[in-house]
T-cell receptor, first 110, second 110 residues
């Protein structure tokens, strides 16, 4: 089983839609969780960290479910500029190594 | 502003050539990583380093080696390039909570 698993998509949604991505991780001892965004032909960049209590940043909401070992990203009121690949990232408990999922591709259309 | 710089954006090399990919960070981070990214496979870890002269194999080290003579510089070496090493190579420098990526090197081996 992969350490971090994501649905590769693509998710094709109209502008204004709400879309959600899930990601599962295998190591129950993982402590830190993140969502990264990667635009086409660019490097990944941190979108937001995911906290146990859940956190929100504008139209983006991240949630963590430790019992089921998954994290989620909800995007409300999708914009064309949200089109990108979203990478789920989990740390390894005993080191500073970050494990990346393969990414979920989102395409927002007019 | 945080910066990770990779020596080349695009590189074309011949099969059997020795290839050097250089990465420099200016954040005084101890941890540095080399990934390759291929469609449908996501980011895969090749090698990483937690300190000068220290290196550890990632998930796909075969055909690669690395060098970390100075804290700010982490080099990836393809001893004898092969066509299956055609890929996007990404260097990252990390803290425990965030990874900062270089702009990537798209390597084509012909």
């Amino acid at each position: 089983r992969k350490e971090v698993e994501q649905d590769p998509g693509p998710f094709n949604v109209p502008e204004g839609a709400t879309v959600a991505f899930n990601c599962t991780y295998s190591n129950s001892a993982s402590q830190s969780f993140f969502w990264y965004r990667q635009d086409c032909r660019k490097e990944p960049k941190l979108l937001m960290s995911v906290y146990s209590s859940g956190n929100e940043d504008g139209r983006f909401t991240a949630q963590l479910n430790r019992a089921s070992q998954y994290i989620s990203l909800l995007i409300r009121d999708s914009k064309l500029s949200d089109s990108a690949t979203y990478l789920c990232v989990v740390n390894t408990p005993t080191s500073d190594k970050l494990i990346f999922g393969t990414g979920t591709r989102l395409q927002v259309f007019p | 502003d945080v910066k990770v710089t990779q020596s080349s954006r695009y590189l074309v090399k011949r099969t059997g050539e020795k290839v050097f990919l250089e990465c420099v960070q200016d954040m005084d981070h101890e941890n540095m990583f080399w990934y390759r990214q291929d469609p449908g496979l996501g980011l895969r870890l090749i090698y990483f380093s937690y300190d000068v002269k220290m290196k550890e194999k990632g998930d796909i080290p075969e055909g690669y080696s690395v060098s970390r003579e100075k804290k700010e510089r982490f080099s990836l070496i393809l001893e004898s390039a092969s066509t299956n090493q055609t890929s996007m190579y990404l260097c990252a420098s990390t803290t425990w909570s965030e990874a900062f990526f270089g702009q990537g090197t798209r390597l084509t081996v012909v």
